[in-house]
């Protein structure tokens, strides 16, 4: 079969950068479709470093200017792995160009931003996505099949942590390449816009969307030198933050994120209470799915660990991988959404979220700010 090519232009090559493109390597190899993923270009400031990423990567050309990039005839989609605060830009300007999108989260500095990039988005009529990847592990996606088929019946509580302790020397600078989450004027928040983004876009696909919020936030490290200028200057992130709040359904919501849990370097966590069943997932043994089923007969009801890596239908994407009993990790998520992308563009329905979907966490985390900042209950915005 011939196939079409789809031809990527990256923009970044950090951590991200990396994450993605070992995605569109390995997809063609377990999920053949239509599109054959093809590295055309990456662009980064330092021409050397571009260089030596497209050697190690496969990129066929480099850019140094995002512009000359998304300009590019040879180019059929573009990827975002930029700081915050550059996404809305180079999207825009992307979508002028008629490139697909594939935007790193979270979607925007905030929602008023975000709503300029549904607009450029939907005038051009091109395919976009953003990166929110643990909706693509296996275990989650079975969480969202069990809710969705009613197993869980009413439910009562939706409560995540994601808990890191990497900020928490005050030595550490704020700003530049590495540390640009630090940056206020470069990430437009800390914890919450970074790992709680991740959590809320989780809760809203397996939960529904959130009427109101509650939150605090606090910086603990007060001052940090900034990278770039060597000078002192006032830290403007969150380094934790916590809200509570009440989805549509009537559940109670129940967050948690910081930098400053010592001993904790990616610990993100759901739990999900329901009349009927509750459930637990945890990255730290991501092919895992705690499940309690009261349905179950009282001699054998208790909590029980489902390994889900079973190569059927039965457990999501496994049946693409390898056989029973193996798991895969946390870079499979990266090469699921891209999978689920490209059978999108042959399906023509999209796979979310999308910009316009991916709003509703923009709106949620404005609210989030809003309510630590007047120390009142927020109501969230309309998509």
Known sequence: MVKTPFRIGMIGYGFMGRAHTNAYKQVGQFFPGKHQVVLQAVCARDEAKAKAFAEQWGYAHTETDWR?????????????CVPNNLHAEIAIEAAKHGKAILCEKPLAMNAAEGRTMIAAVEAAGVPNIVWYNYRRIPAVTLAKRLIDSGRLGKIFHYRAKFLQDWTIKSDLPQGGQGLWRLDIDAAGAGVSGDLLAHCIDTAVWLNG??????????????????ALTGKMQKVGIDDACTFFGTFENGSLANFESTRYARGHKAQYTFEINGENMSIFWDLHDLHRLQIFDYTDDSAIRGWKSIHVTDNSPDHPYMDKWWVPGLAVGYDTSFTHQVADFLHGLETGVPAGPTFKEALETQLILDAVLESAKTKQWVDVGIV
């Open 209 to 226: 969307g959130l009427k109101d919020v509650c939150a605090q936030t606090e910086t603990f490290v007060k001052e940090r030198m900034h």
């Open 68 to 80: 000359e990039l998304v300009a590019r005839p040879d180019i059929d989609a573009v990827d975002i």
